[in-house]
């Protein structure tokens, strides 16, 4: 069982920057990649980027390619997700999750969630 717990969420002017983290516990595997996701009002959960624990291999939505950065710490077991340039468009709960490698860069549907964070963007 891996648990996540996602920080770093809240109101930002169009044009700036938040820096949201994910922590692990739990039972974790080398193997293991962690994604963050979001959910906008009425909208699909959608893909945002995701970071493998041991290679450290990256992979982003064309949405945020050149705004967001994923990064980790793996002796602390948190990746974070710094987004520069957000724009309204970017309001969503946004979710870290965590599964194996090839589940989460290829299925994109990892089983193990954390509960979300607000982020909300004003223009």
């Known amino acids: 069982q891996v648990r996540l717990v996602e920080s770093g969420g809240g109101l930002v002017q169009a044009g700036g920057s938040l820096r949201l983290s994910c922590a692990a516990s739990g039972r974790t595997f080398s193997n293991y990649a962690t994604a963050w996701f979001r959910r906008a009002p009425g909208k699909e959960r959608q893909f945002v980027a995701a970071i493998a624990w041991t290679s450290g291999s990256t992979e982003y939505a064309n949405a945020v390619k050149d705004r967001f950065t994923v990064s980790r710490d793996n002796a602390k077991k948190e990746v974070y997700l710094q987004m520069n340039s957000l724009k309204p468009e970017d309001t969503a709960v946004y979710y870290c999750?965590?599964?194996?490698?090839?589940?989460?860069?290829?299925?994109?549907?990892?089983?193990?969630w954390g509960q979300g964070t607000q982020v909300t963007v004003s223009s």
């Open positions: 999750a965590a599964d194996h490698e090839r589940v989460v860069f290829i299925t994109k549907r990892p089983g193990f």
